[in-house]
């Protein structure tokens, strides 16, 4: 933009104007002081008053600078604040109750999940009951990965804990009419609860630990946030049910004589 234009534009948007007005005293003050039309003091008296209304024009800026700065620092603790580890990780999956009662396609994959069952299997019988699908994944009871788990949940020698947790969950389970269940050959890495994951839902993730008397860490994911990672643990769902073991009569009924 040419200056002629630039000048235009500034007039018409009201932009800038104290610096025109401030190079017009200027320039009149010094063709008067060369042509002595008035005398020294005058001039003297001018230059100071163009020199304050530079000096006010420059405190502008500064201002605006500050004030940016300001919020820069703002905006930086709100990052790091949402970027802290209490902000990510929490030890409840909120609004899980709320989301299994209306979900269509709810799984949950974990190691036992005798909690997690046991908290919500009236709100799984009634998400059956209204054509919901349900799917669970947890580890076989059977061979040796509740050994594993035991071994990873800092217990070496007491399997018995995790095979009865898993069998405590099936008989919970096979009460539901229409769930389906397969067994893990291996101890999962996380917990997941993925409700309406193909659709707008959500997927909790649930961070195992070793012997810890506490709740396991939980963060959640959106697949509009954090498309990426939603994926990804979707997918890691989907892995799992393919080489998981259908559950048959013998594991609904392990007492039932053959």
Excluded: C
């Amino acid at each position: 933009m040419g200056p002629l234009k630039r000048l235009r534009a500034d007039f018409s948007s009201g932009k800038n104007l104290e610096i025109y007005l401030t190079a017009l005293i200027a320039l009149v003050v010094g063709v008067l002081g060369v042509f002595s039309v008035v005398n020294t003091q005058v001039v003297s008296a001018a230059i100071l008053a163009t020199l304050a209304l530079v000096a006010v024009n420059a405190l502008g800026p500064r201002h605006q600078v500050a004030d940016l700065e300001a919020r820069v620092a703002d905006l930086n603790r709100l990052v790091e604040a949402k970027l802290a580890g209490d902000a990510l990780l929490t030890i409840e999956k909120k609004g899980l109750d709320e989301r299994v009662a209306r979900a269509s396609d709810i799984r949950f994959a974990g190691v036992t999940l005798s909690r997690t069952v046991r908290a919500h299997v009236e709100q799984l019988r009634k998400s059956l009951a209204r054509g919901a699908s349900v799917r669970v994944l947890l580890i076989d009871p059977t061979g040796a990965v509740p050994q594993e788990a035991a071994r990873r949940g800092a217990i070496p020698d007491q399997s018995d804990v995790f095979e009865h947790r898993v069998k405590s969950t099936i008989y919970l389970l096979r009460d539901l009419e229409g769930v389906e269940v397969r067994f893990l050959p291996f101890v999962p890495a996380f917990g997941l609860v993925l409700l309406d994951a193909d659709d707008d839902g959500v997927i909790h993730v649930e961070l195992g630990t070793h012997s810890s008397a506490g709740r396991d860490p939980v963060f959640t994911l959106t697949p509009r946030r954090d498309h990426f990672w939603f994926e990804h643990f979707k997918a890691e769902f989907d892995r799992m049910w393919e080489v998981g073991r259908e559950a048959t009569e013998a594991d609904w009924y392990p007492d039932r004589k053959r």
